[in-house]
C-alpha cells in the first residue's frame, strides 16, 4: 500500500443503535486506495455491524460514510461479503455467477463472468457445481461474487473462518494480490495472527467504540 494513497472510503463519527444498546459510537477512520485494514475485537465489539454500515446493509443512526469524495448510505461501488455463505450448492460456480451478476445488473453478465473466472482463478471449475468445491474455493466463489460490480472496496466478514491453515494461506495470498491491483480491503478478524501478518492498518474495536487505528506494529497486542 502508498502511504500517500489517496481514502477510498471515510467513516466520520459513525453510530449504531439496536434499540437502547449503543453498537458503534462515533467511529471515524479512513481507508486507502489498495490498503488492507483488519477490523479486530471481542465479541459484541460491533466490528460486523461496522462492516454492514460500511456495506450499506445497515443504515448509521449518525454520521457518514464516505466513498472516495461523495458521501453515501449504499455505494453500489462497495462490495460486501457476510460470513453466512449466499451460494446455491445445487448450481455450479458459473451458474452462481451468472445469477448474482445479473442480479447486480451488470452490463455485460458473460464477460463479467468469464473474467471473474479467471481473476479468482475458478475457470478450470467453472461447470463444477459448489457442493463438489472445498471451503476455499467455496470463499473464492463468495469473494468473487463480491467483486461483480468491480467495487472500489471489498468488506469481508471473517473471511478464513472454518478453513484449514492450507486454505488459509491460499486465500491470503488471494486477498493480497486483490490488494495488488488497487481493491481496498476491509476485513473483521478473531485471529490475532491475520491482523498482524496481512493488514496495512488494524482498526481494534471494543464496546462499539475505536480503541486504536494505525499500524499492526503500534498495538500492543497483549490486550
Request: glycine residues 8%; aromatic residues 6%.
Amino acid at each position: 500500500m502508498d502511504a500517500g494513497a489517496p481514502a477510498a472510503l471515510t467513516a466520520e463519527r459513525v453510530s449504531h443503535r439496536f434499540g437502547a444498546r449503543v453498537a458503534l459510537d462515533r467511529v471515524s477512520f479512513e481507508v486507502r486506495c489498495g490498503e488492507l485494514l483488519a477490523v479486530i475485537g471481542p465479541n459484541g465489539a460491533g466490528k460486523t455491524t461496522l462492516l454492514s454500515v460500511l456495506a450499506g446493509v445497515l443504515k448509521p443512526d449518525e454520521g457518514t460514510v464516505r466513498l472516495g469524495s461523495a458521501p453515501t448510505r449504499a455505494c453500489a461501488r462497495v462490495g460486501w461479503v457476510p460470513q453466512e455463505s449466499a451460494l446455491y450448492s445445487r448450481l455450479t460456480v458459473a451458474e452462481n455467477l451468472r445469477l448474482f451478476a445479473e442480479l447486480e445488473r451488470v452490463s455485460d453478465t458473460e464477460q463479467t463472468v468469464a473474467s471473474m473466472l479467471v481473476q479468482t482463478g475458478l475457470a478450470g471449475r467453472a461447470d463444477d457445481r459448489v457442493s463438489e468445491l472445498s471451503g476455499g474455493n467455496r470463499q473464492r466463489v463468495n469473494i468473487a461474487i463480491g467483486l461483480l460490480a468491480e467495487p472500489a472496496v471489498l468488506l469481508l466478514d471473517e473471511p478464513s473462518a472454518s478453513l484449514d491453515p492450507r486454505q488459509r494461506a491460499r486465500l491470503w495470498e488471494f486477498i493480497a494480490a486483490m490488494a495488488g491491483r488497487g481493491t481496498s480491503l476491509v476485513y473483521s478478524t478473531h485471529d490475532l495472527h491475520e491482523a498482524r501478518e496481512h493488514a496495512d492498518r488494524v482498526l481494534a474495536l471494543e464496546d462499539g467504540r475505536v480503541r486504536f487505528f494505525g499500524p499492526p506494529a503500534e498495538l500492543d497486542w497483549s490486550y
